[in-house]
């Protein structure tokens, strides 16, 4: 089965840097994404980590380690438009589920001034 | 540049009614996803197709079908609407499956928010 964990909410404020974690245990990997949802809107796009390390993508940084099954999001001088959902999938192995996508809850940021 | 459009954007039914969801992409995307939305629930995937003629289950399929007869145009239909199907429904596409393309992040509609009294 699928397993993938992302806190339900977290608060910061306007200017901090806050960390979003995601982990996962999945039959078969390849590759996690991150999304941003707001309120009554289609997810969009944020990253995607296939490899261990860190992308940086401006504020938004997101980092994976395979081994852990861990991945987090990173968001450096938060503003208040960056109150949002933020989502974690996993792609699983395209040779079995062809490439399909595992999403978490998500995680509700609030973003305070 | 449209994307993914999802018709219609909302909808009330009554228990037992049937209904078509329309999700239009103009991308050239090989793959294409229906997924549902709940509260605390994230997304979950209803049933997908990996091109034009196919389709396939997801995690949640009872009482939903599918029909892809066009490459650009994929059909979600309930064909006896439950109170449990009250759900935001969000239509993605992702060009996966053609040469040259690794993974790609999927392209999601503006959601359709449907209502079954």
């Known amino acids: 089965g699928q397993n993938i964990d992302q806190p339900t909410e977290m608060t910061a404020t306007e200017g901090a840097i806050v960390q979003i974690n995601c982990t996962y245990q999945t039959s078969g990997f390849n590759g996690l994404f991150w999304y941003q949802q707001h309120a009554g809107e289609a997810p969009t796009f944020l990253s995607y980590?296939?490899?261990?390390g860190l992308e940086e993508k401006g504020r938004f940084s997101s980092f994976l380690s395979r081994s852990k099954g861990y991945s987090y999001l990173l968001l450096k001088e938060l503003q208040m438009k960056d109150s949002a959902s933020y989502l974690c999938?996993?792609?699983?192995?395209?040779?079995?589920?062809?490439?399909?996508?595992?999403f978490g809850r998500g995680t509700q940021l609030t973003v305070w001034p | 540049n449209a994307g993914v459009t999802q018709t219609p954007k909302f909808r009330v039914l009554k228990t037992g009614q049937s209904m078509t969801l329309l999700c239009a992409q103009d991308?050239?995307?090989?793959?294409m996803y229906w997924y549902r939305q709940d509260p605390g629930m994230g997304l979950r995937l209803i049933h997908y197709s990996v091109g034009e003629g196919t389709t396939a289950k997801g995690e949640v399929p009872d009482g939903y079908n599918v029909s892809r007869l066009k490459k650009q145009n994929f059909l979600l239909g309930l064909e006896s609407a439950a109170p449990s199907q009250t759900s935001v429904y969000f239509c993605?596409?992702?060009?996966?499956?053609?040469?040259?393309?690794?993974?790609?992040?999927?392209?999601f509609g503006d959601g359709t928010r449907l209502s079954i009294l």
């Open positions: 999938a996993v792609c699983s192995d395209r040779g079995s589920t062809l490439g399909r996508l595992y």
């Open positions: 993605a596409s992702d060009v996966s499956g053609q040469e040259g393309y690794s993974n790609q992040p999927q392209h």
């Open positions: 991308m050239n995307h090989e793959y």
């Open positions: 980590n296939v490899l261990d």
